[in-house]
C-alpha cells in the first residue's frame, strides 16, 4: 500500500489535528493509499489470506455474515486490503494479534452519515465558525468524492474489540474508523475520528472517576 497525497484532503486533515472542547478533545485523520503491495505487504497479504480461510475452515456456519462474505476470492482481496492499510495507518501497533479482520462491516454513506452527525456535531460547529461557508460533511463529502469517487465507492467500518482499537488504546471515550474502497481506481481512503478526555490528560485519574448511566456524555450534543 502507497501513501498518496492529496491536497482536497490536507484542509480537513488540518482542521481535525486536535479540537480541543474544553474537557474533550475530537481528532480525526483522512489517509489515501493506492492498493498496490509496496515493501513487507506481499507477505502480510499471504499471512492474511491464510489467516482468513483458516477462520472459513473453522465456522461451523458458511452462510453466516462476514463468513458468507468471505466465501469470494474478491471480497477476501477487498478485505485484505483494508487491514494493510490499518497497518500502515497504526504501524506501532500489532494488529497481527488481534485478527482485525473479524472486525470489518460493510456500510451506506446515510450509516456513515447519521454516525458522523451525531458524534462530529461540536466538530462542524467549530468548521463553520472557523471557514464559514459549505459544512464540514459537506467538505468531506467533496474532497472523498475527488479522490476515490464516491458513487464507485464501497464503505467499511472497522468495530474492534476493545483490545484491538488502537485509537481506544490512547484513552479514547470513543473512536470510529471508515473505509472508502473504490475498486476500479483500486485506492482506498480511510477516516478515523475520536474523543479522548483531556480530564485523563491533566492528571486524573479514569479509575478514581464514577460515570452513571453515561454521565461521562452529559452537556456534550448528541
Known amino acids: 500500500m502507497k501513501f498518496l497525497e492529496y491536497t482536497p484532503l490536507d484542509r480537513i486533515n488540518d482542521?481535525?489535528?486536535?479540537?480541543?472542547?474544553?474537557?474533550?478533545?475530537?481528532?480525526?485523520?483522512?489517509e489515501a493509499y493506492s492498493c498496490k503491495h509496496t515493501g513487507t505487504?506481499?507477505?502480510?497479504?499471504?499471512?492474511?489470506?491464510?489467516?482468513?480461510?483458516d477462520c472459513l475452515g473453522k465456522s461451523s456456519d458458511i452462510d453466516?455474515?462476514?463468513?458468507?462474505?468471505?466465501?469470494?476470492?474478491?471480497?477476501?482481496?477487498?478485505l485484505i486490503y483494508l487491514v494493510l492499510t490499518l497497518y500502515h495507518m497504526y504501524p506501532d501497533y500489532d494488529l497481527s494479534a488481534v485478527k482485525a479482520h473479524q472486525f470489518f462491516t460493510e456500510e451506506s454513506w446515510d450509516t456513515f452519515k447519521q454516525i458522523f452527525e451525531t458524534y462530529m456535531l461540536e466538530a462542524s460547529k467549530e468548521w463553520i465558525e472557523t471557514y464559514g461557508g459549505s459544512s464540514l460533511l459537506e467538505t468531506l463529502y467533496k474532497a472523498l468524492d475527488e479522490?476515490?469517487?464516491?458513487?464507485?465507492?464501497e464503505i467499511y467500518s472497522y468495530n474492534p474489540d476493545s483490545d484491538a482499537d488502537p485509537l481506544l488504546e490512547k484513552g479514547a471515550i470513543w473512536s470510529f474508523s471508515f473505509f472508502f474502497y473504490n475498486r476500479k481506481l483500486k485506492r482506498v481512503v480511510s477516516f478515523s475520528f475520536c474523543c479522548l478526555s483531556n480530564l485523563v490528560g491533566?492528571?486524573?485519574?479514569?479509575?478514581?472517576?464514577?460515570?452513571?448511566?453515561?454521565?461521562?456524555?452529559?452537556?456534550?450534543?448528541?
Open 15 to 30: 482542521f481535525l489535528r486536535e479540537i480541543n472542547l474544553g474537557e474533550r478533545t475530537i481528532e480525526g485523520s483522512l
Open 41 to 53: 505487504d506481499k507477505r502480510l497479504s499471504l499471512s492474511l489470506e491464510n489467516e482468513i480461510l
Open 64 to 78: 453466516s455474515s462476514p463468513v458468507e462474505f468471505l466465501l469470494s476470492r474478491s471480497s477476501r482481496k477487498t
Open 147 to 153: 479522490v476515490v469517487n464516491l458513487s464507485e465507492c
Open 202 to 222: 491533566d492528571g486524573f485519574l479514569a479509575d478514581n472517576i464514577c460515570y452513571e448511566d453515561g454521565e461521562i456524555f452529559d452537556n456534550m450534543d448528541m
